[in-house]
C-alpha cells in the first residue's frame, strides 16, 4: 500500500470514528438531556462508547517532561482507539481556550485528532481539533 493511499485509510477511519462518537453523543444529548455537569455526560458518553463497540480509554494519564523532568500528567475526558481525544464541555460556548487545551493534549500525546463535545445547550456542539 503506498505512503497516500495508506493517509486516505488513517483518514477515512478517524472521520468514521468522528461521525461515531457524535452519534453518541447526540444519543446521550437527546437522552439524557442538556444542562448537567460533565461528569453525567462523561458516565453516559461511556456507556455509549461501549454500546457502539468503540475502544475507548477514560481519564488516560499523560506524563508532562519539562527539559527531560516529568512536571505532572495531562488527563483527557477520553481517547478513543487511541487515536482521538474526546473533551466534553456544559459551557455557554467553546472558545479559543478549550481549542488550545485539546491542542495542547494532542501535542504532548502525539495524537492528531480531537474533538471537543459541548452538551450546555438542547442542540450539540461540537468542534475538531487536528493538530
Known sequence: MSLKSQMNT??????????????????????????????????????????????????????????????????????????????LKTIDQVGNSEKGQVMNYLRASGLKLGVILNFKHSKLEWQRVIF
Do not use: W
Open 10 to 87: 488513517d483518514e477515512h477511519r478517524l472521520n468514521e470514528m468522528t461521525f461515531q462518537i457524535n452519534g453518541c453523543a447526540m444519543d446521550v444529548l437527546n437522552s439524557v438531556g442538556h444542562g448537567f455537569h460533565e461528569k453525567i455526560y462523561e458516565n453516559a458518553m461511556a456507556i455509549a462508547f461501549r454500546k457502539s463497540g468503540l475502544i475507548f480509554s477514560c481519564q488516560k494519564q499523560y506524563p508532562l517532561f519539562y527539559r527531560e523532568e516529568s512536571i505532572g500528567v495531562f488527563i483527557p475526558d477520553f481517547v478513543v482507539e487511541d487515536s482521538i481525544i474526546v473533551e
